[in-house]
């Protein structure tokens, strides 16, 4: 199929929305072999299986796996045998030329190389959350996928949910008013956090390529610490709690509230080491006024952190949101919620509340989004112009906490401007062969 996709990629205004509506209701349809979407996988297991799941139930075609674990390879290929294997992904996108789009489901400091490198062969792009790994990277990615015309999605799924689509309607039609402060939490991380660095140097294991799998991070030996699952906690490696959750937990608000470029963020932690992120984390955005929408004050809670609870709700029916929300407090309630469910107004004025009109279109289905706009539909919702945004404001929660004391932020500029250390955390210095700018 053609890599081009009409403007429509492009138009994301309400009436554009309302003119795909009935489009979208109408639900998934087998695309006919002009339509085919032949997607390769930079990912075999774990999330990449997932996300195989999603992209073949929605009707895309499966037809190259690329695993730096040669082991990783075996459940993938009982699914979806006879699929070409590569390690290198690279080698699978200069050789194998049925490729229409990439799928990116990899550790997090590989996202932005293996992304922008499929870009550059002109495939549109699906890639987890976070995005990227560091903000620059974040804006990289953003800006070549509109200058490249690609159709892209990040993999935040409950961003095509109805229950959040519902809450995020809720909040533009004031139903408890201006929102002022919100709260989100999570009960990650589930991987160990304010660690050292491992010492010992066990021999890599037999089909693994330890020098792929490093990618754009500085060299390492090989520890289980840090493959297949626990890399999340390392800064070369993952984003730590906030990067694994908060892409899925805070997208709801910063969708609902417009929610771009803080002033100031400032973190709480306890246990973070020279190599390991904290043990857990309080961390705070400050948000300016946005046209009519009042500043706003958004604190993220994890490690076993919660916000106070509202007296509106019972010990045990707190105690079941311990997993992880979000809960705004407007002018005129409070309204409580996940990143998937419906929301909840609580007190008075949620009694007999009925939920306002819909103004968001139905959503086909996450994975189906992204096919659709790979044959030339729609944008996805969550394309890499909203997923920027949302990442580099996620992503900065970190760099606050690697600073250990309140930055405020130039979204223009790129820049922290009352901390100059900590800039060297909006872009890593990348491995020799790996810099994403040269790909």
Same mark, same amino acid.
């Given at each position: 199929?053609?890599?081009?996709?009409?403007?429509?990629?492009?138009?994301?205004?309400?009436?554009?929305?309302?003119?795909?509506?009935?489009?979208?209701?109408?639900?998934?349809?087998?695309?006919?072999?002009?339509?085919?979407?032949?997607?390769?996988?930079?990912?075999?297991?774990?999330?990449?299986?997932?996300?195989?799941?999603?992209?073949?139930?929605?009707?895309?075609?499966?037809?190259?796996?690329?695993?730096?674990?040669?082991?990783?390879?075996?459940?993938?290929?009982?699914?979806?045998?006879?699929?070409?294997?590569?390690?290198?992904?690279?080698?699978?996108?200069?050789?194998?030329?049925?490729?229409?789009?990439?799928?990116?489901?990899?550790?997090?400091?590989?996202?932005?190389?293996?992304?922008?490198?499929?870009?550059?062969?002109?495939?549109?792009?699906?890639?987890?959350? =976070?995005?990227?790994?560091? !903000? +620059?990277?974040?804006?990289?990615? /953003?800006? $070549?996928?509109?200058?490249? *015309?690609?159709?892209?999605?990040?993999?935040?799924?409950?961003?095509?949910?109805?229950?959040?689509?519902?809450?995020?309607?809720?909040?533009?039609?004031?139903?408890?008013?201006?929102?002022?402060?919100?709260?989100?939490?999570?009960?990650?991380?589930?991987?160990?956090?304010?660690?050292?660095?491992?010492?010992?140097?066990?021999?890599?294991?037999?089909?693994?390529?330890?020098?792929?799998?490093?990618?754009?991070?500085?060299?390492?030996?090989?520890?289980?610490?840090?493959?297949?699952?626990?890399?999340?906690?390392?800064?070369?490696?993952?984003?730590?709690?906030?990067?694994?959750?908060?892409?899925?937990?805070?997208?709801?608000?910063?969708?609902?509230?417009?929610?771009?470029?803080?002033?100031?963020?400032?973190?709480?932690?306890?246990?973070?080491?020279?190599?390991?992120? =904290?043990?857990?984390?309080? !961390? +705070?955005?400050?948000?300016?006024? /946005?046209? $009519?929408?009042?500043?706003? *004050?958004?604190?993220?809670?994890?490690?076993?952190?919660?916000?106070?609870?509202?007296?509106?709700?019972?010990?045990?029916?707190?105690?079941?949101?311990?997993?992880?929300?979000?809960?705004?407090?407007?002018?005129?309630?409070?309204?409580?919620?996940?990143?998937?469910?419906?929301?909840?107004?609580?007190?008075?004025?949620?009694?007999?509340?009925?939920?306002?009109?819909?103004?968001?279109?139905?959503?086909?289905?996450?994975?189906?989004?992204?096919?659709?706009?790979?044959?030339?539909?729609?944008?996805?919702?969550?394309?890499?112009?909203?997923?920027?945004?949302?990442?580099?404001?996620?992503?900065?929660?970190?760099?606050?906490?690697?600073?250990?004391?309140?930055?405020?932020?130039?979204?223009?500029?790129?820049?922290?401007?009352?901390?100059?250390?900590?800039?060297?955390?909006?872009?890593?210095?990348?491995?020799?062969?790996?810099?994403?700018?040269?790909?």
């Amino acid at each position: 199929m053609s890599n081009r996709i009409t403007r429509r990629y492009f138009l994301m205004s309400t009436a554009a929305g309302i003119a795909s509506a009935k489009l979208l209701r109408a639900g998934p349809s087998t695309p006919s072999p002009s339509e085919r979407v032949n997607v390769a996988f930079i990912g075999a297991d774990g999330k990449g299986r997932d996300d195989q799941h999603g992209v073949s139930a929605a009707g895309g075609e499966i037809v190259a796996l690329c695993e730096v674990d040669a082991r990783r390879f075996a459940q993938a290929d009982k699914e979806y045998p006879g699929r070409p294997h590569y390690s290198d992904f690279r080698k699978m996108l200069d050789t194998q030329k049925d490729i229409d789009a990439v799928c990116v489901s990899i550790p997090d400091h590989q996202h932005a190389f293996a992304a922008m490198t499929a870009m550059r062969h002109g495939k549109h792009v699906y890639c987890q959350k =976070p995005l990227t790994h560091d !903000i +620059t990277e974040a804006r990289m990615l /953003r800006e $070549a996928a509109k200058k490249q *015309k690609l159709a892209t999605q990040m993999g935040n799924q409950g961003h095509a949910s109805e229950g959040l689509r519902q809450q995020v309607d809720s909040i533009k039609a004031g139903v408890i008013g201006p929102v002022r402060e919100v709260h989100v939490w999570t009960n990650r991380p589930i991987w160990p956090q304010g660690i050292e660095r491992p010492q010992e140097t066990p021999p890599i294991p037999d089909g693994l390529d330890w020098d792929l799998w490093l990618g754009t991070a500085p060299f390492r030996p090989f520890n289980e610490a840090y493959h297949p699952f626990k890399w999340r906690g390392f800064y070369d490696f993952g984003t730590g709690a906030l990067g694994d959750m908060a892409c899925h937990i805070m997208d709801p608000a910063f969708w609902a509230l417009d929610l771009r470029g803080p002033c100031t963020v400032e973190a709480k932690t306890e246990g973070a080491t020279a190599d390991s992120y =904290p043990n857990w984390s309080v !961390i +705070t955005w400050e948000f300016p006024a /946005r046209d $009519a929408l009042p500043p706003v *004050k958004m604190t993220w809670y994890e490690g076993g952190k919660m916000p106070p609870k509202p007296q509106e709700l019972t010990d045990y029916e707190w105690s079941r949101m311990k997993g992880g929300g979000l809960m705004y407090v407007g002018d005129k309630g409070t309204m409580v919620g996940g990143h998937t469910r419906p929301s909840r107004v609580l007190g008075e004025l949620g009694k007999d509340l009925k939920p306002p009109p819909s103004t968001i279109p139905k959503s086909p289905g996450h994975y189906r989004e992204w096919l659709d706009a790979c044959r030339g539909g729609p944008a996805a919702l969550s394309n890499f112009d909203y997923a920027a945004a949302l990442t580099e404001t996620v992503l900065l929660g970190n760099v606050a906490l690697r600073a250990g004391q309140k930055i405020e932020w130039d979204p223009a500029q790129m820049k922290v401007t009352n901390v100059s250390e900590a800039n060297r955390f909006l872009r890593r210095e990348y491995r020799k062969g790996w810099d994403v700018e040269s790909v």
